[in-house]
């Protein structure tokens, strides 16, 4: 049942953080973004208010919090990229650690009591068993992963003093876009394997490189759960719903439970764009671990969330098309 008071969507304009605002829209909340719009996009907002401005500015949030009386808040904002967090850590440490505490200290002192925190498989590191629970041990090897850990940590202890109650979700790799086309995933100098892929199908790239043919996988390439952006955004409003209903705090992976190499993304990529890529063998990339696949079954049985988009070819379509809309 839809809320009476807004809920706060820090980073709303971000890729996952509109596609969860579009959802909430869908389902009848209302909903107030905050969004720097450092990486985000105006336009992605489709739903409800937009504020510019600083999830870490404690005065501006003090005031949405107050002024919307908020209960609820789901927290996107936050630097992404992996090999920018090891070249500059503070600026991840700032932006994501920093800020979270600030949020949380808000949160504190306005009485929020449901908190919805966007996290990552990043907190594994390169975990030794491929199929990775949410008991796994978690051991970060980037300030990214590391970043979001302490996030965690903090929502754990002052869940733990207070009557606060959140879910951690632990995303893997998140891909596609709004099946209707309407928003997806516009982030500059992408990184991210089936962006990237779809980038290269409609001429923005003249080639994509494979890092590592080596790895000890079927195929010697690097193996994900990718995972729709769309079921993505569903495990968002079933976390809400389960706060709404009492439920105790919870730390839970996003993800399918099986995954796909790297040469599978690209076959796929090149069946549903009918062309061949221009696909460059290189070495390993640092950092790298040869599979990451997600024990997804705890999120099913806490939250009853159930994916409709668990399908590869969905995935790259809805990524491809919206690549084409971005032409
Ligand atoms: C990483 C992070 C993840 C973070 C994401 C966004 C880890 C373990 N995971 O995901 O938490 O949210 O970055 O920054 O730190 N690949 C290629 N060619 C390319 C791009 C990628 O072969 O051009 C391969 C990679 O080697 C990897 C797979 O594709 O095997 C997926 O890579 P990518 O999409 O970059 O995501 P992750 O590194 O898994």
């Not at 003090?62 to 090891?86: C, G, K, N, W």
């Not at 632990?170 to 892929?197: C, E, H, M, W």
């Not at 409609?202 to 890092?211: E, L, N, P, Q, S």
């Not at 730390?251 to 796929?268: I, W």
Request: glycine share 8%; proline share 4%; charged share 20%.
């Amino acid at each position: 049942m839809a809320e009476t008071n807004p809920i706060l969507v820090t980073g709303g304009a971000g890729y996952i953080g509109s596609h969860v605002v579009r959802q909430l829209g869908e389902a009848g909340y209302p909903v107030v973004v905050l969004d720097n719009l450092s990486t985000g996009f105006e336009d992605a907002v489709i739903h409800g208010e937009l504020v510019i401005g600083d999830s870490g500015d404690r005065e501006l949030v003090s005031r949405l919090l107050q002024q919307y009386a908020v209960d609820a808040v789901m927290h996107f904002a936050a630097h992404t990229i992996v090999p920018e967090s090891v070249a500059d850590p503070l600026k991840y440490y700032g932006n994501n650690t920093s800020s979270t505490r600030n949020l949380l200290s808000c949160c504190q002192q306005h009485g929020v009591k449901r908190f919805i925190f966007s996290s990552t498989a990043a907190v594994y590191g390169i975990p030794d068993n491929t199929e990775i629970t949410e008991d796994t041990t978690v051991a970060p090897i980037n300030p990214y992963g590391l970043s979001k850990l302490m996030s965690e940590w903090m929502l754990r202890d002052l869940a733990a003093a207070s009557d606060l109650r959140y879910i951690a979700l632990r995303y893997f790799n998140v891909a596609g876009s709004d099946p209707a086309g309407r928003i997806g995933q516009s982030t500059k100098n992408a990184t991210l394997l089936v962006k990237v892929a779809c980038e290269a199908a409609v001429g923005k790239r003249d080639h994509i490189a494979i890092f590592g043919t080596d790895y000890p996988t079927p195929d010697g390439t690097g193996v994900r759960d990718y995972i729709h952006v769309e079921d993505l955004a569903s495990a968002h409003l079933k976390a809400l719903d389960y706060l709404d209903g009492g439920g105790e705090s919870q730390v839970l992976n996003v993800g399918y439970g099986h995954g796909y190499s790297v040469r599978e993304v690209l076959d796929m990529v090149e069946q549903v764009a009918e062309l061949k890529l221009d696909i460059r063998e290189q070495p390993r990339r640092a950092g790298d671990p040869p599979t990451l696949i997600a024990a997804a079954d705890r999120i099913r049985e806490v939250l009853g969330w159930q994916p409709e988009y668990d399908d590869l070819k969905v995935i790259v379509e809805t990524s491809l098309n919206w690549e084409r809309k971005l032409l």
